[in-house]
């Protein structure tokens, strides 16, 4: 960063109910975003045109506008289905891009689907355990209160 800072610099930019810190390359000022990382930040900075050694406070108004409206609507500006992080989604059928909270409420629905129908993904979830087939026997006891008590 420059040692003189332009007039119209913003420390802390505010999108998508996310602070996003104005120093730092625009790029990686969006991966603070839940549910944007660095290769959906880079390719909706080249669709809105914007240069990628930007910082972020240097960004107008305009460009954050245009930056929110290509997150939200991606494959109205030709962003590949594959890149998209919610993939014909299990209500509706759509695939999008979840970002913010509502990526939360998307986890916590998927979760409660689970658990609902029973599935063996569902049931380790409501139980505490691993859902990805690693061992348990002897790791992962860190998160809970296992030991031997102490005979009097």
């Known amino acids: 960063m420059s040692l003189v800072v332009p007039p119209n610099f913003q420390h802390i930019l505010r999108v998508l109910n996310t602070n996003i810190e104005g120093k730092t390359n625009?790029?990686?000022?969006?991966?603070?975003i839940?549910?944007?990382?660095?290769?959906?930040?880079?390719i909706v900075l080249k669709k809105a045109d914007i240069p990628l050694s930007k910082r972020a406070g240097e960004l107008t108004e305009e460009e954050v506008e245009k930056?929110?409206?290509?997150?939200?609507n991606p494959r109205q500006y030709k962003i590949p289905d594959?890149?998209?992080n919610r993939q014909r989604d299990h209500k509706d059928g759509k695939t999008n891009?979840?970002?913010?909270?509502i990526l939360d409420n998307k986890i916590r629905e998927d979760l409660e689907r689970l658990k609902k129908i029973r599935a063996h993904r569902g049931l380790r979830h409501y139980?505490?355990?691993?859902?990805?087939g690693?061992?348990?026997?002897?790791?992962?006891?860190?998160?809970?209160?296992v030991g031997v008590s102490k005979k009097k």
């Open 26 to 32: 625009v790029m990686f000022a969006l991966t603070s």
């Open 34 to 42: 839940k549910g944007i990382g660095r290769r959906y930040g880079n």
């Open 67 to 72: 930056i929110i409206t290509i997150m939200q």
């Open 82 to 84: 594959w890149f998209l």
């Open 97 to 101: 891009q979840v970002m913010a909270n």
């Open 127 to 132: 139980w505490g355990l691993r859902t990805r």
């Open 134 to 145: 690693q061992h348990t026997k002897t790791t992962g006891h860190k998160g809970k209160t």
